[in-house]
């Protein structure tokens, strides 16, 4: 089956610990996304790449990094200079449909949770 | 601030009925429009997606797009209590294609 999967589904982590989210597609997308979700707020955008090997800051940044090395793979370390990083944490991918559009899918989620 | 702007609900209607969401959004260059249905608790799941002006239908679902007055919305069609889910509207802009997301509106389909 094709999909957009990410581990682990809950994640609790200790003030002072960095932690890394997998997030890992076989759909052949080219670009993928992370965002963090908030009750009472929209999806937030982290870091988006579109090719391997670079990748760019998207709206909240701060405290958070991610690598591409893989097509397939995009993890998102959540460090301990993130002040507030309890959320629901969603990984994307897109890739041009014949359109031009690009809708994003998303993956499962991991739901993160500071101590 | 390019914004997507939802009213977050809950919008009510009996099952059978027509569901009529609504969203605006403030940047002109916005070239597509998804919708997603994300049940509490799980991700988000792409409905439909527009991109010309007009109606678009698929199913039970129509999407419509006015660029003119910035308005988008999505029609539910013969609703039922499965449909009950939060539905967020997003906006494509920019070269790289960046989505901006709103809030979602909560729907709650009532038996």
């Known amino acids: 089956d094709g999909g957009i999967t990410q581990s682990p589904k809950y994640l609790f982590r200790k003030e002072g610990q960095n932690v890394t989210l997998s997030c890992e597609q076989n759909?052949?997308?080219?670009?993928m996304y992370w965002y963090r979700q908030d009750p009472g707020q929209g999806l937030r955008l982290i870091y988006y790449?579109?090719?391997?090997?670079?990748?760019q800051k998207g709206d909240i940044a701060e405290g958070y990094s991610v690598s591409r090395e893989k097509k397939e793979s995009f993890p998102l370390t959540v460090t301990s200079a993130q002040k507030n990083p309890t959320a629901f944490y969603l990984c994307a991918s897109s890739t041009p449909e014949r359109t031009g559009a690009r809708p994003q899918y998303f993956g499962p989620g991991t739901r993160l949770t500071v101590l | 601030q390019k914004e997507v702007e939802q009213n977050s609900g809950p919008l009510s209607v009996p099952e059978g009925a027509i569901a009529s969401l609504n969203c605006t959004y403030s940047?002109?260059?916005?070239?597509?429009f998804f919708w997603y249905r994300q049940y509490s608790g799980k991700s988000p799941e792409l409905i439909m997606f527009?991109?010309?002006?007009g109606d678009k239908e698929d199913g039970r679902f129509t999407a419509q797009l006015n660029k003119a007055s910035q308005y988008v919305s999505l029609l539910i069609r013969d609703s039922q209590p499965s449909d009950s889910a939060t539905y967020l509207c997003a906006g494509v802009s920019g070269g790289y294609q960046k989505v901006t997301f709103g809030i979602g509106t909560k729907l709650q389909v009532i038996p």
């Open positions: 527009i991109y010309s002006n």
């Open positions: 790449s579109q090719i391997v090997n670079d990748f």
């Open positions: 940047d002109r260059g916005s070239q597509s």
């Open positions: 759909l052949n997308h080219d670009a």
